[in-house]
């Protein structure tokens, strides 16, 4: 293994590692703000009133928490592109 492989080795399982740690809360924020809305709207459906589909906080901070994760899982498939182009450099 050359000095140029083992160099992208070493990047891409940074990425991968960075990108995973990044990604992994926002996850989770973003499962827990879709459950409670999910919640809220069941809730909603059993009182009988109508749900209005206009933006609200919480959609806001949803679309912001998907571009994050987006973007931090870009990165950490960066990083596993590396890992397997370090594999075929020699």
Known sequence: ?????LAL????????????VRAK???QRYQALKAQDANIARYEAWRGGVR?????GASVAMELLRRQVRIWGGVAIA?????FVAFFIR
């Open 1 to 5: 293994m050359g000095a140029a492989s």
């Open 9 to 20: 080795l070493v990047v891409g399982i940074a990425l991968v590692a960075v990108g995973y």
């Open 25 to 27: 809360p926002i996850w």
């Open 52 to 56: 209005d589909d206009s933006k609200t």
């Open 79 to 83: 990083g596993g592109v590396l890992v």
